[in-house]
Nanobody
Framework: VQLQASGGGLVQAGGSLRLSCVYS????????VGWHRQAPGQEREFVGY????????YYSDSVRGRFTISRDNTMSMVYLQMNSLKPEDTAVYYC????????????????WGPGTLVTVSS
């Protein structure tokens, strides 16, 4: 399984960014792709996920209403649209794959790609 997140950068508070994640797999069934982030000196934090059928993406309380996850199965892509960004959203963002039946925790993801840095200036 391979995943690669991209699209990070520097943005002012209140601005927007869209992250992309391209994934591929041979035998591992990806039931969901999740987004996670890790701020400097902090533990990795679950942000949200979307299942393979793209039903009802789920978000953590800290981003719900500001972030939107979508996917394009034809392109093997998952997106994280981030609006109304705050300085506390500054982190390295990762996408990860999950083959289980639960998806709302960082610890439930088996495969991770390299992260992409998002910096939100005040």
């Amino acid at each position: 399984v391979q995943l690669q997140a991209s699209g990070g950068g520097l943005v002012q508070a209140g601005g927007s960014l869209r992250l992309s994640c391209v994934y591929s797999t041979n035998t591992y069934r990806i039931n969901a792709v999740g987004w996670h982030r890790q701020a400097p000196g902090q533990e990795r934090e679950f942000v949200g996920y979307i299942t393979d059928l793209a039903r009802s993406p789920y978000y953590s309380d800290s981003v719900r209403g500001r972030f939107t996850i979508s996917r394009d199965n034809t392109m093997s892509m998952v997106y994280l649209q981030m609006n109304s960004l705050k300085p506390e959203d500054t982190a390295v963002y990762y996408c990860a794959a999950n083959s289980r039946g639960e998806y709302d925790s960082t610890y439930l993801y088996d495969y991770w790609g390299p992260g992409t840095l998002v910096t939100v200036s005040s």
